[in-house]
């Protein structure tokens, strides 16, 4: 059973450039949650995400950042004119159902702007 | 808003014990998890406290104490491959899924 597979891995971008990172949950699971990681920091929700549905974006910033989970296909974080303070870890995670007490995380996005 | 407050390093030998304690102030208050994350790795989860008491997984032990908002991640045998940091996590809400508030994080350092 393959785990939550992040991409891609390693993404530099330059300043004012788009960064879109994919999550694609593990089999079986409907439920998606991206964070993200400074260095040396812990890990800070941005968004939920059911198929077609957001259900928090609480985390997210208010402008540049949006993510998507579609009926068909991985979900998607999208990050417009990325500025270097977004150069981070993103981390996808999933779970099958909204009633449990674990997810699991993919290997992480580190998106570097030079 | 949310807290949990975890120290921010601890250093031990092989063989030893570590206790890593976590300090939690939320708005609602659904379990406690532990996350271990090497450098560069992926969050993987350790363990997983609802109800108060001691909870045991091999090398790795994690305690709850809800009246004292406070828990605690055992690590025993301590093994150089244990070097990683450790993250506290508490479900606040039961209407966001599983969306976990983390700490700060720990970092374990084991020395030979």
């Known amino acids: 059973n393959a785990g939550v597979m992040q991409n891609p891995r390693h993404l530099v971008r330059r300043r004012g450039q788009e960064a879109r990172l994919r999550c694609s949950p593990m089999?079986?699971?409907?439920?998606v949650y991206w964070y993200r990681q400074l260095p040396e920091e812990g890990l800070k929700f941005m968004v939920y995400?059911?198929?077609?549905?957001?259900?928090?974006e609480s985390g997210m910033p208010k402008e540049r950042f949006s993510a998507e989970f579609p009926k068909e296909g991985p979900s998607i974080l999208r990050i417009q004119q990325v500025v270097r303070g977004d150069s981070a870890a993103y981390f996808c995670?999933?779970?099958?159902?909204?009633?449990?007490?674990?997810?699991?995380f993919g290997e992480g996005s580190w998106l570097t702007v030079v | 808003g949310q807290s949990l407050e975890q120290p921010s390093e601890v250093t031990a030998v092989e063989g030893a014990i570590v206790q890593i304690n976590c300090t939690y102030q939320?708005?609602?208050?659904?379990?406690l998890s532990w996350y271990q994350q090497h450098d560069g790795g992926a969050p993987t989860f350790l363990s997983y406290?609802?109800?108060?008491g001691l909870e045991e997984t091999g090398r790795f032990s994690s305690f709850l104490s809800r009246s004292d908002s406070y828990g605690y991640l055992l690590l025993q045998e301590l093994q150089m491959k244990d070097s990683a940091s450790y993250f506290c996590?508490?479900?606040?809400?039961?209407?966001?899924?599983?969306?976990?508030?983390f700490g700060g994080g720990t970092r374990v350092l084991v020395k030979p």
């Open positions: 995670a999933s779970s099958p159902s909204g009633t449990g007490n674990t997810i699991y």
């Open positions: 089999k079986g699971h409907s439920h």
């Open positions: 995400l059911q198929k077609e549905n957001i259900i928090d």
């Open positions: 939320t708005s609602g208050f659904y379990g």
């Open positions: 406290n609802a109800l108060d």
């Open positions: 996590a508490v479900r606040v809400s039961r209407a966001a899924g599983n969306k976990l508030t």
